[in-house]
């Protein structure tokens, strides 16, 4: 069945089993994940998971919409409207690195890819909740940036994403394809100084 067209129950242990899955595809992935664990994790029986979540694809999305608004929310509040570009951009790097980089991160991405054909709106949902959020946080505060004549975007939509395409700069395609070997602290720090200062020197207004 389409998980689209499947209706999730948010009844009184919603909040538990979404906490205890979160716990297990964490720990073992999606594909080693089990309902039977899943259950014992969240203190429930199989028969009350399945009631709120019949299919555990859908389980696996809501998890990772949480997940990703989190990590939004959390970016959020770490971007103060007034706080010059430079500091922000960092921030809002070091942040991106981090979740895409993650163990949980790379597993989402992974997953979307795989059930696109089946489950199209598996990817939709993620990058709704989680890649849109952060875009739409970056433009408001280019916004506020250029109002106080510290950045100069036309096209901030675009700019925002050209931003998160830098903070996958070499990174990225060495952890999809299981290149180069392990990613140090020094391989992010490179990266996201790379990318804010090419973004600065695209978009900033000199001083």
Known sequence: MNAANQEIKRGR??????????????????????????????????????????????????VAKGECCRQATESSDLIPCKAAPVTVLTGAATRMVDFFLSDFGMRVFRICVAESDRFPELGREFYRNGPALARARLVDYFHEAEARG??????????????????????????????????????????ITGAVETFLARYGVAG
């Open 13 to 62: 242990k919603y909040g538990q089993v979404l906490n205890g899955a979160w716990e297990v595809f964490r720990r073992d992935g999606f594909e080693g994940a089990s309902v039977d664990d899943i259950a014992r994790e969240s203190g429930v029986s199989k028969a009350t998971l399945y009631s709120y979540f019949p299919d555990k694809r859908l389980l696996f999305l809501e």
């Open 150 to 191: 510290e950045l100069r975007i036309t096209d901030k939509d675009l700019a925002a994403d050209q931003f998160a395409e830098l903070c996958k700069a070499d990174l990225f395609s060495r952890l999809v394809f299981g290149i180069g070997g392990p990613i140090s602290a020094e391989d992010r720090a490179r990266v």
